[in-house]
């Protein structure tokens, strides 16, 4: 990457290397995101005030790691570790909360006012200021989509990988939005579809693979102003080349799609349903 400022006075040119940074370590996942919210004991006296501060620990531990820059084949790998080296009751009991922790940091993010109290009352009042830091929320949404992806949290303690590119495939819709994926060569071609009105429609095309967790791309996405009039297409705008983008289910088995040029923290909280096309006659 370069990087140049011509408003400075002496103009100075850097060329930057992207280096990731370490993932946390097996002891460290297994003590401080494992542990942290396999300890909250569901049901017991102060466990909803548990949960509030476990869901700060681990947005904190995630940012503390820098995990939404770090290399995710080693992060999996260290996972993977962690989880074998414990016990199946602290297995049961991780699965026992992690949905859980999972759900309010997703109330939290959409409301913080609902919830403020319970953090407050919890004493994890930082958690506020880790949802209004990006890197905060991409790091925690990096590390929770490889625990989902891994398949630890259906109470098996089998955290083998359930996920394949072809979930993926097919046609989603939020509200005025759709995204239709189709299996393409090796990969996957995602297209998204947006209209701002009857007449006109952003388009973001995608050619991604499946890392294991969801479906990637490299900046090469495209980004189209489609103008339509009574006969058809008007005219078609290119806006950008380079987009790059993501697309992850989540426990629910929704689609969740993050443009890292234009939307890199999912701001809309946009999750796609997946629906059946019915071909009249068939």
């Known amino acids: 990457m370069r990087w140049n400022d011509s408003r400075e006075e002496r103009s100075v040119q850097f060329d930057l290397e992207r280096v990731p940074v370490p993932a946390p370590t097996p002891d460290e996942l297994a003590e401080g995101f494992f542990g942290v919210i396999g300890a909250i004991a569901p049901g017991a006296a102060g466990s909803s005030l548990r949960e509030a501060a476990?869901?700060?620990?681990?947005?904190?531990?995630?940012?503390?790691?820098?995990?939404?820059?770090?290399?995710?084949?080693?992060?999996?790998?260290?996972?993977?570790?962690?989880?074998?080296?414990?016990?199946?009751?602290?297995?049961?009991?991780?699965?026992?909360?992690?949905i859980s922790v999972l759900t309010l940091v997703r109330d939290a993010e959409a409301d913080w006012n609902t919830v403020?109290?319970?953090?407050?009352?919890?004493?994890?009042?930082?958690?506020?200021?880790?949802?209004?830091?990006?890197?905060?929320?991409?790091?925690w949404d990096v590390l929770t989509a490889n625990i989902l992806t891994m398949g630890n949290s259906d109470g098996s303690g089998d955290i083998g990988n359930t996920l394949a590119g072809e979930d993926f495939a097919g046609t989603w819709v939020c509200g005025r939005a759709n995204i239709t994926i189709t299996k393409e060569g090796d990969g996957f071609r995602c297209v998204v579809d947006w209209p701002n009105s009857a007449a006109e429609v952003y388009r973001w095309e995608y050619l991604c693979t499946f890392d294991g967790m969801g479906l990637s791309?490299?900046?090469?996405?495209?980004?189209?102003?489609?103008?339509?009039?009574e006969t058809g297409l008007e005219s078609e705008t290119v806006l950008f080349e380079d987009g790059a983008a993501s697309f992850s289910l989540t426990p629910e088995g929704k689609l969740t799609w993050i443009d890292f040029k234009e939307y890199p923290d999912n701001p809309n909280g946009m999750e796609f349903e997946k629906v059946e096309i019915v071909v009249p006659g068939n």
């Open 54 to 98: 476990a869901a700060c620990e681990g947005m904190r531990f995630a940012l503390g790691h820098g995990i939404w820059y770090t290399d995710v084949s080693t992060l999996r790998k260290n996972i993977l570790t962690a989880w074998e080296s414990m016990t199946e009751e602290e297995q049961g009991a991780f699965d026992a909360s992690f």
């Open 116 to 139: 403020k109290g319970r953090f407050e009352d919890a004493g994890a009042d930082a958690m506020k200021g880790y949802l209004d830091d990006a890197a905060a929320r991409l790091s």
């Open 217 to 229: 791309s490299e900046e090469t996405g495209v980004k189209r102003d489609l103008i339509y009039n």
